[in-house]
């Protein structure tokens, strides 16, 4: 079986994305929501955010989150998420394309900190509903750890099954706009173009869609 970089695969990509987000501030500023309220953040205070220093990542396990809202000029509004326990974004795209998993700088996580202090957070995602390869699962509540995993090369010509996951509550590993696989034999998982692997007794569960208990 024949490996690729991620990179090398995508980085055009994401940093084509990355780079029309990070050249601008919102005018109106940012919403920082958690599960109980949000709190107003001015192009001021936020400004860092945007200018701070990003790198690509691995989108991680899911836990608790913080939603963003920004909107630019007349357009509708853009939801990221902020993961405070990965210190991660999942930037939204500005083209309709994927979105993006960004690791913050230092001073943009100091930042973030700060705004959030007191904010309860969204709690990890309780998945209702889970498919693969279009049919759905029994306990989709325990299908998030597909998230989870040691990454791994990408594997050239893998055939793979789609996987889709809700919840109630929006979350980046959950709010239909995740690209999630697993493969059709083995046990690798593809998240938004980043490769990693589980055990193959989680990944045979999966594929006969039972719950995925440990």
């Known amino acids: 079986m024949r490996f690729v970089t991620t990179a090398a695969v995508s ?3 994401l940093l084509g994305i990355a780079a029309g987000a990070q050249a601008k501030t919102p005018p109106g500023g940012v919403e920082v929501c958690g599960a109980a309220a949000c709190r107003h953040l001015d192009a001021a205070q936020i400004e860092l955010f945007f200018t701070a220093d990003w790198s690509m990542t691995r989108p991680p396990a899911a836990s608790s ?3 963003l809202r920004w909107s630019w000029s007349d357009a509708p509004a853009q ?3 902020y993961v405070p326990e990965t210190h991660v974004v999942r930037l939204a795209s500005e083209n309709d394309g994927r ?3 960004m690791e913050l700088a230092d001073d943009a996580v100091a930042m973030l900190t700060q705004a959030t202090a007191g904010l309860e957070p969204f709690a990890t995602p309780k998945p209702t509903l889970a498919t693969v390869g279009g049919r759905r699962v029994r306990g989709p509540d325990t299908y998030l750890r597909l998230f989870r995993g040691p990454g791994v090369g990408y594997a ?3 055939r793979w099954l789609k996987v889709a996951i809700r919840s109630e509550t929006p979350s980046p590993w959950t709010d ?3 690209d999630l696989k697993i493969s059709a034999r083995g046990r690798l998982v593809l998240v938004e173009s980043w490769p990693h692997k589980i055990s193959l007794r989680l990944a045979n569960l999966a594929r006969h869609r039972l719950p995925l208990a440990p």
Request: no cysteine; glycine share 12%; proline share 6%.
């Open 79 to 81: 939801t990221s998420y």
């Open 99 to 101: 979105p993006v998993w």
């Open 156 to 158: 050239v010509g893998v």
């Open 65 to 67: 989150f913080y939603a």
């Open 176 to 178: 239909g706009q995740v």
């Open 11 to 13: 980085a055009a990509i």
